[in-house]
């Protein structure tokens, strides 16, 4: 129960009440302050009050002018105007003109006359205000755009609760009477929570938090209203709170601190405005003075702006900032942070070294910064991203009044000479006269994608950027990269030579008390407490423990520490329910993702290996799968991959990102989900072939897009171009549009080609067609000849014949004429007749010389007499023609006459020649079908 004691310095006492109301003025007597009904302060000279308050301690009783002269004055000559000007002034500040509370008795003096509820009471006084610095980043400049509606209603709900009275209220600001100290700190304790918690179910931009104040003393009533000293207190000490937190004076934690299950903090003595006395302040220290945001970055890396969270790399940061200064002494400024997979080189990069390095005093002798930090896959090409980042306001912004972006990305590729003196000349504006003293860093991440991402030429050329910025005397060059990558900076010219020696430093996994800090000192920023378990032990030891006994575990503490904050950000405490829920350290990150894709329709969850697909690469060289960041329109191209995009974000296992240019790009939030998670790695394993001929195919077509299409440069027809096709037919989606365009346009080329070689094709066809029919005509036309010349013969042949018989007629009709003289006509007959064979023989052998073959074998024939002519002569000449004839010819023919041939004087070497001819017909025969037999066979 509260006690009615008045508050009195420091401490508590019972002395008489120092505060009055008068005419509805609130008249302090100890702070000798005045104020109206709205709480406005009423100006008095220090005179003026000692008169009011000799006149209040004499309330109802007449007081003299010359007591009230020596009591104010003590005995200071003054003239009776002095007086009559602070009586004036005392009813001006009253609003007391009818004299109602200060009254003249004439010839006498004064009387106050003491109202009858004026009198003081005790109570406690809660203040709560919001925090202008409470809203979110340029709310407060624009005005109350976000709505307080909903937390005006959690502080008036619990002012009920809490059997509060507000008798002060505005839009943004409430005061309110308790019986008690102990349930106005209840209350306020209770409002700064459900504030809280509801912070941490709105986005950023729609969150506020309230300044909370209390103090016990007396106060007055006024009707409904409340005045007096506890409330001006308890509003001034609300000013001393931080957002979301609580103040109380020393009143208040005397009856609390020993009530409530509390922290407070002695903030010492605080002199406030228009209070007399300085009074003791006491913070009660609650996790919602913090900003609701997680100390942990889950699987992404920590950013410059962490660097108030990063924890547990101070002895790192020390020997890399002592490298480089050694480097920049020896006149190479370049450093290579090199390190496993996980171990946390983005993070001590970006949150740790940088921060640290640029931080005035930290390198003597350099008095001013300026940064960029990039990563080669940010952009189309590692030019363009590198050229954009020292356009940037943090780096060298007055680049932008030299070249543009595009031109200092091409300088930076083929004449790095000039793009160093232009940013040269650029911080040499920014110098000014310091012009010694600025430094510029250029920090790169994931160099590895220097071999995943960028042809050789490429490569060789950011090289000698490198070298050339890090020799220049004014630029610090830092640069992370996978060890796995590491031994292939031999492959590109110079990068061996620019890494040796201490240009390099291998980041080793953190220490157990490393491991410590980073658990532990995250936490404590943002007043996080883990659970102490009595068989268990404390929380963050468990997990210290853990993380040590797997080097390479980095990762997934950060994602078990950021997934036990999302579970316990309500209550600020991280518990081993939730850690167990999770999986514990191990299984954290492949329980989590299984449950947020198995909570989605099973045709979104079909949509995984196309977009896994998407953020991920292989490397040419070797075997090595690495995360690449794509464009969101090419990742979430269907609602379905949109779907499952948005659900992977939500849950931070992906992380999207915009560019200067206002492209959104989605990546994987670390690589340690494509190893950890076993559904993930199995998608990546099946699709390794996939990814390493799609990064073939995009190698290829980013040349040919570089040198302006060349035709020379498209798919060659075989195995290429048919894998190019059947990517494209059978996984079209998942290929870029650049890389379908070169697919299509090698289709295309290939098809012209054969398009091109079907016609050559045909005209060698039609060709020799042509030839064969020419050939053919050819021969018919020469049969055709040779059938005129074989009739022409047969003609002559005939006529022959008839010059024959009409020889013979006439050699007849001589034998009938004269048959004296019949001797000699059978004579001149048998003449003629050989004459005639003569001819015959003679005409067989022009036939057979002619190729007419079977006309000279007739003709032969006809020469020579058959069986039942025995009285015709035989011809040697005849025979010999048939001879010829038959040899010539390529074909036996089956004689017409008759087998016999006589002659009485010689009819056995006729028969002897007849058989010999026959032999030879028959071996000729034999020949000429051998002949044909073998023409056929071949």
């Not at 999302?566 to 999986?583: I, M, P």
């Amino acid at each position: 129960m509260d006690c009615g004691f008045v508050l009195e310095g420091n401490g508590l006492s019972s002395s008489p009440p120092t505060m009055f109301v008068l005419n509805g003025v609130t008249v302090d007597v100890s702070s000798e302050t005045l104020r109206d009904k709205s709480n406005s302060t009423i100006a008095l000279r220090h005179q003026t009050f000692a008169v009011l308050r000799h006149l209040l301690e004499n309330a109802d009783r007449v007081v003299t002018k010359d007591e009230l002269m020596r009591a104010v004055w003590n005995g200071i000559a003054v003239t009776d105007d002095s007086l009559v000007q602070c009586i004036h002034e005392i009813r001006a500040a009253l609003n007391d003109g009818r004299q109602a509370v200060v009254e003249t008795v004439p010839r006498r003096g004064y009387r106050l006359v003491r109202p009858s509820s004026a009198g003081p009471r005790m109570a406690t006084i809660l203040a709560a205000e919001l925090a202008a610095d409470g809203r979110p980043p340029g709310e407060a400049e624009r005005g109350a755009a976000v709505p307080i509606g909903p937390y005006r209603q959690i502080v008036d709900r619990l002012l009920v609760q809490h059997a509060g009275r507000v008798f002060s209220s505005a839009e943004e600001s409430v005061v309110a009477e308790f019986a008690g100290p102990v349930e106005a700190l209840r209350c306020a304790s209770d409002i700064q929570h459900e504030v809280d918690r509801r912070n941490c179910q709105v986005p950023k931009t729609k969150r506020l938090r309230f300044r909370i104040g209390l103090h016990l003393g007396y106060v007055v009533d006024e009707g409904d209203h409340l005045g007096g000293e506890a409330v001006e207190v308890a509003a001034h000490v609300q000013s001393l709170s931080r957002p979301g937190g609580i103040c109380i004076t020393e009143a208040v934690h005397a009856q609390a601190r020993d009530r409530l299950p509390l922290e407070f903090i002695e903030l010492g003595e605080q002199k406030l405005k228009d209070v007399a006395r300085a009074l003791r302040i006491y913070r009660v220290p609650l996790a919602s003075e913090e900003p609701v945001r997680s100390p942990f970055r889950g699987l992404d890396a920590f950013e410059f702006e962490d660097a108030d969270l990063f924890f547990g790399r101070a002895r790192a940061i020390a020997a890399c900032t002592s490298r480089l200064e050694q480097q920049a002494a020896s006149g190479t400024a370049f450093l290579l942070i090199y390190g496993m997979s996980g171990c946390g080189k983005s993070s001590l990069l970006r949150a740790g070294l940088l921060p640290s390095l640029i931080r005035p005093g930290t390198v003597a002798g350099i008095s001013l910064w300026r940064r960029c930090l990039i990563r080669l896959s940010e952009g189309p090409d590692a030019f363009a991203v590198l050229a954009a980042a020292l356009l940037s306001e943090a780096a060298v912004p007055e680049l932008a009044c030299e070249v543009t972006a595009a031109e200092l990305a091409r300088l930076c590729r083929s004449a790095p000479d000039r793009a160093l003196a232009t940013v040269r000349q650029a911080l040499g504006k920014a110098a000014g006269s310091a012009r010694s003293q600025i430094r510029l860093v250029v920090a790169i991440d994931q160099l590895e994608e220097l071999f995943t991402t960028e042809k050789q030429p490429a490569r060789e050329a950011l090289v000698r950027l490198m070298t050339l910025l890090a020799a220049s005397g004014l630029a610090w060059v830092i640069a992370a990269i996978r060890s796995d990558f590491f031994h292939r900076c031999g492959e590109v010219p110079g990068f061996s030579a620019l890494k040796d020696g201490l240009s390099s430093y291998e980041l080793l996994p953190p220490t157990g008390p490393e491991i410590g800090q980073i658990i532990r000192e995250p936490a404590g920023v943002v007043g996080l407490r883990f659970e102490e378990n009595a068989e268990l032990g404390r929380l963050d030891d468990v997990l210290q423990e853990a993380a040590a006994a797997d080097p390479g575990s980095l990762p997934l503490l950060e994602f078990v520490l950021d997934a036990l904050y999302q579970a316990g950000r309500h209550r600020r405490v991280l518990t081993f329910a939730d850690y167990r829920a999770l999986g514990g350290l191990e299984g954290a990150i492949a329980r989590r993702a299984d449950e947020v894709v198995d909570l989605l329709a099973p045709e979104i969850q079909e949509a995984l290996p196309t977009v896994l697909g998407a953020l991920t690469t292989a490397s040419l060289s070797d075997d090595t799968v690495t995360a690449r960041p794509a464009l969101l329109t090419e990742v979430a191209g269907t609602p379905a991959r949109s779907a499952l995009v948005r659900a992977l974000i939500d849950a931070r296992l992906l992380v999207s990102d915009e560019d200067a240019a206002g492209r959104v790009f989605v990546r994987v939030a670390h690589e340690a989900l494509l190893r950890r998670w076993p559904r993930a790695s199995d998608i990546v394993n099946a699709n390794r072939n996939f990814l390493e001929t799609r990064e073939r195919l995009r190698a290829d077509a980013h040349r040919w897009h570089l040198e302006s299409r060349n035709r020379e440069l498209l798919l060659p027809s075989g195995k290429r171009l048919a894998e190019g096709e059947e990517l494209m037919l059978s996984r079209r989606e998942e290929i870029d549009d650049y890389v379908l365009e070169y697919i299509e346009e090698s289709l295309r080329a290939h098809r012209q080609k054969e398009e091109k070689d079907r016609h050559a094709a045909l005209a060698l066809i039609e060709a020799a067609e042509q030839a064969k029919h020419e050939r053919l005509e050819r021969e018919a036309e020469r049969r055709s000849l040779a059938a005129a010349a074989a009739n022409r013969l047969s003609r002559r042949t005939r006529n022959a014949a008839i010059v024959a018989i009409m020889l013979a007629l006439i050699a007849g009709a001589g034998a009938l004429v004269a048959f004296r003289a019949q001797e000699e006509a059978r004579s001149q007959r048998d003449q003629a007749m050989r004459n005639q064979f003569l001819s015959l023989s003679f005409l067989s052998e022009q036939s057979t010389a002619a190729g007419g073959t079977e006309a000279a074998i007739l003709l032969a024939l006809e020469a020579l007499p058959s069986k039942d002519q025995s009285e015709r002569q035989y011809l040697f000449e005849a025979e010999a023609a048939l001879y010829k004839a038959l040899l010539a010819h390529h074909q036996i023919k089956i004689f017409r006459h008759g087998a016999g041939v006589t002659d009485t004087a010689s009819s056995e070497r006729r028969s002897h020649r007849h058989r010999i001819l026959r032999q030879d017909c028959s071996r000729l025969g034999h020949l000429q079908r051998c002949r044909n037999c073998s023409s056929n066979g071949s």
